[in-house]
């Protein structure tokens, strides 16, 4: 069997893999408070809670790289089909984005330190905070808009799939995506991100389903993507 031949079966582990790290992250997860009267009780969190953001954000920087990995297999899979491919493309830029969000948090933890330790090149408390305060936005609205390239790519591949008679999985991704692309709700209402946490639990519904259907076509089944009768057009 080519390597060709076991991206299906690729496709259905890496999933898997976004799915475990997406958990892991949500359950682990340590927020920036960007709020000009929290940031420094953010600050005091992240210093006094490293060990649980160190391991967040390692699953964090894990999930941009299967996320980005994802979406290589599949457009090597689906790719002839136009809506695929920007489904694809979705998942690809999340993951960049992702990265970027993990720079930021990184950078926010390094200014927690320094403001534990006195400050570096003999900056004070308020140079801190509002350095602090203005990586903490950069990580906060590159997340917000990983999750929208994201929310966009599921809307794509959900489509293609009830194109494809997927009705169940299409469904599925295509709400998963709605509520993923409402995570800009909580910017506007800390209350609503609840919204994006069910479009996030669904996003993990879709991809487990979605593995399973993959790994099954990697194990020789003969369901197999038909990316033919899916040009766009």
């Known amino acids: 069997m080519s390597f060709f031949e076991n991206l299906p079966r690729l496709g259905g582990w890496l999933l898997i893999g976004v799915a475990v790290t997406s958990l892991v992250y949500v359950i682990t997860g340590t927020g920036i408070d960007t709020g000009r009267d929290e940031i420094a009780d953010s600050l005091r969190d992240l210093r006094d809670n490293k060990e649980l953001f160190f391991i967040s954000r390692a699953a964090h920087v894990l999930l941009a790289v299967l996320l980005v990995a994802s ?49 570096a090149g003999g900056a004070g408390e308020p140079e801190i905070l509002e350095v602090a305060r203005a990586i903490g936005f950069l990580a906060v609205y590159s997340s917000h808009t990983a999750l929208t390239f994201l929310g966009a790519g599921l809307i794509c591949l959900g489509v293609w799939m009830v194109s494809t008679n997927r009705t169940v999985g299409g469904w599925l991704g295509v709400v998963a995506g709605i509520g993923l692309l409402l995570v800009w709700l909580e910017a506007l209402e800390e209350d609503l991100f609840f919204v994006a946490l069910a479009g996030g639990l669904l996003f993990v519904a879709w991809l487990v389903g979605t593995a399973v259907t993959l790994l099954r076509l990697g194990g020789g089944s003969d369901d197999t993507p038909d990316t033919e009768a899916t040009e766009a057009g």
């Open 71 to 119: 979406g290589v297999v599949i457009y090597r899979l689906l790719g002839t089909a136009t809506i695929a491919a920007l489904g694809a493309f979705g998942f690809i830029a999340s993951g960049i984005l992702s990265a970027v969000t993990d720079a930021a948090a990184l950078s926010v933890y390094t200014m927690a330190v320094d403001l534990e330790e006195g400050g």
